[in-house]
Each structure stands twice: as structure tokens, then as C-alpha cells.
């Protein structure tokens, strides 16, 4: 054996696997970054028209009416928290990133998780598929992801969605697998189509966990905030990366303290949706 074939790095075997796909699909990678790009600004866009004090309220009342009064308050203080240390619009582009990444996830994994509850053989094809997405370091994807799309907003969604997808699908699966047989076996008796069965009896049953699904993709997206600010992404991970290269401990921490209110307000809301979903449970049952 020539000993120089095992000096190759892994690098230089993959190099023309990425040189290929860059030259053959490349107008599918340039549509993909259009899409996605459209998207991220128009989120972005609508977001930053509305004057902040006027989205702080608009937060609340919605966070009041869908939650309660106490997540309506903590929502109003994390945004103004943002507003007040200045970094009111990298939150919002770091709002939109999220929202646009978790959006992907849940149109990726929830199809995928229904099939897996489904069909056996899938979720065992399927499971070490996503142990391995979820041992892998998430810095680690954004390495192909940027040889593929370059630096910029794009490579930093697509390291988001495939680390906030495993969560979600793995979740998607145990709550379909969660819905007691006997209601879809009646569902069928009567008739019922597919179809029916799946949004009018199985989604209605397994929404609960489907909810722990999305809160924990929602945090686990946002984690990559930081990570996502390496590559080009903007928003508030940009001004954690500014103010550690630049050694400005002020900029640093005001931008760390408004990812920890952007995450809070999104837990606290999504675990509100969660605990006001559930059903009482009444003496006796």
C-alpha cells in the first residue's frame, strides 16, 4: 500500500465532492440562497418597520391574550431590555433568523416524524441518523455549510435548521407514537380518511408534545446565535463576535444579556402556549 495514501486528510477527500456539487448545482444552492434570503428579509423587514415601542405592545397584548398577564410582563421587559442597551435592531434580525430557521425545521421534521411513527423500518433508519446530529459539535455544520453557500445569512440558517431538526422529529414520533390506537382504530371504523384521522384525532392528542418539540428546537435554534455570528449572519451573535474580537466588554455583555432576553421571552411563551394547552386534571380521573 502507498503509505501517501494514508497521509490524506479528510479534507483533501472531500475537497472534490464539494468542488463537484459546487459545480454542478450551483444554480440549485443560488436558488436556495434566494429563497431564503427573500424570506429572512422580508421577516426582517416587517419587524424593523414597526416603530419598537409599537411591537413591544403589539407583544403583549398577544403574549396577554394567548398566555397571561405575568408572560405578558416578562415579554414587554425583554424587549424593552433589548431597546434600552441599543442592540433593538440586531435582535430583531437574530428574531427573524430564528423564526425562519425554526419555520424550516418544523416543515422538515414533522412529515419525517409522522412517517416514523408510521412505518417501524423508517424510525430504525432514522435514529442513529440523529444521534449523530445531535453528537456532533454544532460548530461542525457550519463547515460545509459554508463551503457550499459562502459567508453570509444563508450557511448560518442551514446550520440551524439540521441542528434544530432532531429535537423536533424525535419528538414529532414519540407523540404520534403516544396516541392511544384505539381512537384511530374508531376513526377508521366510521370511515374517516386518512387524512381526517391524522388532523382531527392524532394531531389533537399528540399536540402537547409537539409543543415540548417546538420550544425545545426554538431554544436550540437560538443557541446558534453566537456560533452563527462567525460566518456573517448578523444580528445579535455578530456583536458577541465584535466585542470579543475587539475585546469590548460592554458591547460583548450587553449582546450576551440580550440573547438570554430573546431566549426567555421565547421559552417563557412557547411554555406558556404549552401549560395553558393541557387539560385539568379533576379529582377522581
Avoid at 433589548?82 to 425562519?100: N, R
Avoid at 429535537?167 to 380518511?193: C, D, K, W
Avoid at 449582546?255 to 406558556?272: E, N, P, Q, T
Wanted: charged share 10%; aromatic share 6%; with cysteine.
Amino acid at each position: 500500500m502507498n503509505p501517501s495514501i494514508l497521509q490524506l486528510s479528510p479534507g483533501a477527500l472531500l475537497a472534490p465532492a464539494v468542488d463537484w456539487l459546487n459545480t454542478n448545482l450551483h444554480p440549485l444552492f443560488a436558488a436556495i440562497t434566494y429563497v431564503v434570503e427573500a424570506i429572512l428579509s422580508a421577516i426582517e423587514a416587517g419587524l424593523l418597520f414597526v416603530p419598537p415601542l409599537a411591537v413591544i405592545g403589539i407583544v403583549f397584548v398577544a403574549a396577554f391574550l394567548a398566555v397571561n398577564l405575568r408572560v405578558a410582563i416578562l415579554a414587554g421587559l425583554c424587549l424593552g431590555f433589548c431597546l434600552i442597551v441599543g442592540l433593538w435592531t440586531a435582535s430583531m434580525q437574530t428574531v427573524a433568523l430564528v423564526t425562519v430557521a425554526v419555520l424550516i425545521s418544523v416543515l422538515i421534521a414533522f412529515p419525517i416524524g409522522v412517517l416514523c411513527s408510521r412505518y417501524k423500518t423508517l424510525e430504525a433508519f432514522v435514529r442513529p441518523v440523529l444521534d449523530v446530529m445531535q453528537t456532533v459539535p454544532p460548530w461542525v455544520y457550519l463547515i460545509p455549510a459554508v463551503m457550499i453557500f459562502s459567508l453570509g445569512r444563508v450557511p448560518a440558517i442551514i446550520a440551524t435548521i439540521v441542528y434544530g431538526i432532531p429535537p423536533m422529529l424525535r419528538l414529532t414520533t414519540l407523540a404520534f407514537n403516544q396516541v392511544p390506537r384505539e381512537y384511530v382504530e374508531l376513526g377508521s371504523a366510521i370511515g374517516a380518511h386518512p387524512r381526517s384521522v391524522l388532523w382531527k384525532i392524532e394531531f389533537p392528542l399528540a399536540k402537547q408534545t409537539l409543543l415540548v418539540g417546538l420550544n425545545q428546537c426554538i431554544l436550540l435554534s437560538l443557541a446558534m446565535v453566537v456560533l452563527a455570528g462567525l460566518v456573517g449572519a448578523g444580528g445579535l451573535g455578530a456583536e458577541v463576535t465584535r466585542g470579543l474580537t475587539r475585546m469590548e466588554m460592554g458591547l460583548g455583555l450587553r449582546a450576551g444579556l440580550a440573547i438570554v432576553a430573546v431566549a426567555l421571552l421565547l421559552d417563557r411563551v412557547s411554555r406558556g402556549l404549552l401549560d395553558r394547552g393541557r387539560a385539568p386534571v379533576t379529582a377522581g380521573h
